[in-house]
């Protein structure tokens, strides 16, 4: 076990309570464990130049180590030493690591990297080094098209955040979200898809038709999305590979609130027809239908589980904007939150543990998370309007936007890890709001 983990203890424990199983009061272990508040003391890492064969290289490498730099520092787990504390460089990643004077500057990991560029081709070889423990943590090499710069900068950050957390990769995804400009009273929307670290920015859709709510699908390949084109809101699948839109006509009244299953072989969403609101399931086979929840209340935003054989939905049905679960073939649903307020937008963890929501009390937002079973609730975040709560691919980060009040007030996303810790703001060049977070990119 390497030696630098001792910096992560905090991290560790807090994760540990974080996934403890639930006990009844018979159960309950005789142990107390009280956590105020944790602080972590990020990892401090060398990463010398990257060696290089010639100029076009130098502009590729400096570019990737950038990229890499960025996605490691906002964790709050990694702190790159500067430059000018190096003692040595790396002239070769395979030439032996003088780790007395890595270690001499105080860095537990050294990150090694060479980039050649031959055409439109790269080549980037790394390797990463736990200087305390003077041994290899990972080795690497990635080859492409100068396009995929990007892409190699993050599945190498992906490899030493996994590596030294144990927690799974989430720098190699993209966010779907709704780009919007314009004053508060006369604001586009359009349908718009960014590298997570907002990057690569594209628009989806014009700004002629109000859109919301966009989500990815398993493969992230495919986005489904909500637009008033028609003058009502109804669903929209996007295919992001041909571009091509489809619709579906054979849906009753409005259609709103969509999600993939997790197979991408269904849709989940919500109908509102006859004055009724209710949560259907739809074959994107054969555009078969089938009803989930029948009765007078609003039932909506419906998300599945991981392994599909559940559903999470906020309804009214008790009274209040409450959360409910139930099987993904319909039947009797359950309630599971039941603190003061009110509750929406529910999203299940891709890890199964844990389900995010909006929480709306004396006058505030608040993004939280609970046990499938509504214990453990943990209030994230406080603000005038924080809202849609979407889950990284790991489970550990949560991205949400938030709006500020006034007649000004607009809103931007922010994500917050699932501790509650590490708030951050992404800067973008427009408002921003609705967001999804992509499965991992094949």
Same mark, same amino acid.
């Given at each position: 076990?390497?030696?630098?983990?001792?910096?992560?203890?905090?991290?560790?424990?807090?994760?540990?309570?974080?996934?403890?199983?639930?006990?009844?009061?018979?159960?309950?272990?005789?142990?107390?464990?009280?956590?105020?508040?944790?602080?972590?003391?990020?990892?401090?890492?060398?990463?010398?130049?990257?060696?290089?064969?010639?100029?076009?290289?130098?502009?590729?490498?400096?570019?990737?180590?950038?990229?890499?730099?960025?996605? /490691?520092?906002?964790?709050?787990?990694?702190?790159?030493?500067?430059?000018?504390?190096?003692?040595? #460089?790396?002239?070769?990643?395979?030439?032996?690591?003088?780790?007395?004077?890595?270690?001499?500057?105080?860095?537990?990991?050294?990150?090694?990297?060479? *980039?050649?560029?031959?055409? #439109?081709?790269?080549?980037?070889?790394?390797?990463?080094?736990? *200087?305390?423990?003077?041994?290899?943590?990972? @080795?690497?090499?990635?080859?492409?098209?100068? @396009?995929?710069?990007?892409?190699?900068?993050?599945?190498?950050?992906?490899?030493?955040? %996994?590596?030294?957390?144990?927690?799974?990769?989430?720098?190699?995804?993209?966010?779907?979200?709704?780009?919007?400009?314009?004053?508060?009273?006369?604001?586009?929307?359009?349908?718009?898809?960014?590298?997570?670290?907002?990057?690569?920015?594209?628009?989806?859709?014009?700004?002629?038709?109000?859109?919301?709510?966009?989500?990815?699908?398993?493969?992230?390949?495919?986005?489904?999305?909500?637009?008033?084109?028609?003058?009502?809101?109804?669903?929209?699948?996007?295919?992001?590979?041909?571009?091509?839109?489809?619709?579906? $006509?054979?849906?009753?009244?409005?259609?709103? %609130?969509?999600?993939?299953?997790?197979?991408?072989?269904?849709?989940?969403?919500?109908?509102?027809?006859?004055?009724?609101?209710?949560?259907?399931?739809?074959?994107?086979?054969?555009?078969?239908?089938?009803?989930?929840?029948?009765?007078?209340?609003?039932?909506? +935003?419906?998300?599945?589980?991981?392994?599909?054989?559940?559903?999470?939905?906020?309804?009214?049905?008790?009274?209040?904007?409450?959360?409910?679960?139930?099987?993904?073939?319909? @039947?009797? +649903?359950?309630?599971?939150?039941?603190?003061?307020?009110?509750?929406?937008?529910?999203?299940?963890? $891709?890890?199964?543990?844990?389900?995010?929501?909006?929480?709306?009390?004396?006058?505030?937002?608040?993004?939280? *998370?609970?046990?499938?079973?509504?214990?453990?609730?943990?209030? /994230?975040?406080?603000?005038?309007?924080?809202?849609?709560?979407?889950?990284?691919?790991?489970?550990? *980060?949560?991205?949400?936007?938030?709006?500020? +009040?006034?007649?000004?007030?607009?809103?931007?996303?922010?994500?917050?890890?699932?501790?509650?810790?590490?708030?951050?703001?992404?800067? /973008?060049?427009?408002?921003?709001?609705?967001?999804?977070?992509?499965?991992?990119?094949?």
């Amino acid at each position: 076990m390497m030696k630098i983990y001792r910096v992560l203890l905090a991290f560790i424990i807090m994760c540990m309570i974080m996934n403890a199983p639930a006990y009844s009061e018979e159960e309950v272990p005789e142990i107390d464990i009280e956590v105020t508040d944790g602080v972590i003391d990020p990892i401090p890492v060398a990463m010398p130049e990257f060696v290089i064969d010639n100029f076009s290289s130098s502009i590729v490498a400096n570019e990737i180590a950038s990229i890499i730099k960025n996605n /490691l520092t906002q964790t709050s787990l990694f702190r790159f030493i500067p430059e000018n504390a190096y003692i040595s #460089d790396v002239t070769s990643i395979d030439a032996p690591v003088r780790f007395a004077d890595w270690r001499a500057i105080n860095s537990d990991l050294l990150i090694a990297g060479s *980039v050649s560029v031959i055409g #439109d081709v790269i080549t980037a070889k790394f390797r990463l080094w736990d *200087v305390v423990g003077q041994s290899e943590i990972e @080795g690497v090499q990635f080859a492409g098209p100068t @396009g995929s710069l990007r892409r190699i900068a993050h599945k190498v950050s992906d490899l030493i955040y %996994a590596g030294i957390t144990g927690e799974g990769a989430y720098f190699d995804t993209r966010i779907a979200f709704i780009a919007e400009r314009g004053a508060k009273n006369d604001r586009t929307k359009r349908l718009a898809i960014m590298d997570q670290d907002g990057a690569n920015l594209t628009f989806l859709t014009d700004s002629n038709s109000i859109v919301l709510a966009p989500r990815f699908s398993p493969d992230a390949k495919k986005i489904l999305y909500t637009s008033y084109e028609t003058g009502r809101p109804r669903v929209y699948l996007r295919n992001l590979v041909n571009d091509r839109v489809r619709t579906f $006509p054979d849906l009753p009244g409005m259609t709103f %609130a969509p999600r993939f299953s997790p197979d991408g072989k269904s849709v989940i969403l919500s109908i509102t027809n006859k004055g009724n609101t209710d949560i259907y399931l739809v074959d994107l086979a054969n555009n078969t239908q089938k009803r989930l929840t029948s009765n007078a209340a609003i039932d909506t +935003a419906p998300s599945f589980s991981p392994n599909g054989k559940s559903i999470v939905f906020e309804s009214d049905r008790g009274g209040s904007q409450q959360i409910y679960v139930m099987s993904s073939k319909g @039947g009797q +649903a359950e309630r599971i939150s039941f603190g003061e307020g009110r509750y929406g937008t529910p999203v299940w963890s $891709p890890r199964g543990d844990m389900v995010a929501f909006t929480k709306m009390y004396k006058g505030n937002f608040h993004i939280g *998370v609970m046990r499938l079973d509504g214990s453990q609730e943990r209030l /994230l975040t406080k603000a005038f309007i924080d809202e849609a709560p979407t889950w990284s691919p790991n489970g550990r *980060v949560l991205m949400f936007f938030r709006e500020t +009040a006034g007649a000004n007030g607009a809103p931007s996303l922010y994500t917050v890890e699932v501790t509650g810790r590490n708030l951050r703001k992404l800067e /973008l060049s427009s408002f921003a709001s609705d967001p999804s977070w992509s499965p991992l990119l094949e």
